[in-house]
């Protein structure tokens, strides 16, 4: 629960309008509804993906994450499934009802381990082989996380 909640957290607090895909949906539903017949029309749905495409996915590797105990819990994600829940449009106003599914797995992957932030440190490097080493067997865990946020907005606001 405490995961879910600082999934939440950090899509509603993302407030970067070219990075987070909370702000990119909230545009692209404004610039793209039907105003005149209150929908949300279907040939226009890719706006929706490429919104999510080309924003920054949530993820705890914020300045604050370094403290805050995520950076090391979750970090990265591995997985992000995002669904449009419901799209309530009526009198210039819509509501969204959005679903944030998160996955990561416990441990770390090439990627990670290359990045100077956790090749520096001995702890890290050990643990990379320790993952890997088949004489162990250790497999890192999946972390799964969810939040549903709402997405209001209107016609006319700026």
Do not use: C
Not at 4 to 33: C, G, H, P, V, W
Not at 85 to 108: C, E, M, T
Not at 128 to 147: C, D, H, I, S, W
């Amino acid at each position: 629960m405490s995961l879910d909640r600082a999934l939440k957290e950090q899509i509603i607090r993302d407030t970067s309008s070219e990075n987070s895909s909370r702000l990119l949906l909230k545009k692209a539903f404004k610039d793209n509804i039907n105003w005149e017949n209150n929908t949300y029309p279907a040939e226009m749905k890719d706006e929706l993906r490429k919104a999510i495409a080309f924003g920054k996915l949530p993820k705890f590797d914020r300045f604050r994450d370094n403290f805050n105990g995520m950076g090391i819990t979750v970090h990265d994600t591995w997985a992000t499934h995002i669904t449009i829940k419901s799209l309530n449009i009526d009198n210039d106003r819509y509501r969204a009802v959005v679903h944030y599914q998160v996955q990561d797995h416990f441990g770390l992957d090439s990627d990670d381990i290359l990045k100077t932030k956790f090749n520096q440190f001995h702890f890290f490097r050990i643990w990379f082989v320790l993952q890997r080493y088949n004489q162990f067997g250790f497999k890192p865990f999946m972390t799964n996380m969810e939040a549903t946020v709402e997405i209001t907005g209107g016609r006319y606001e700026i």
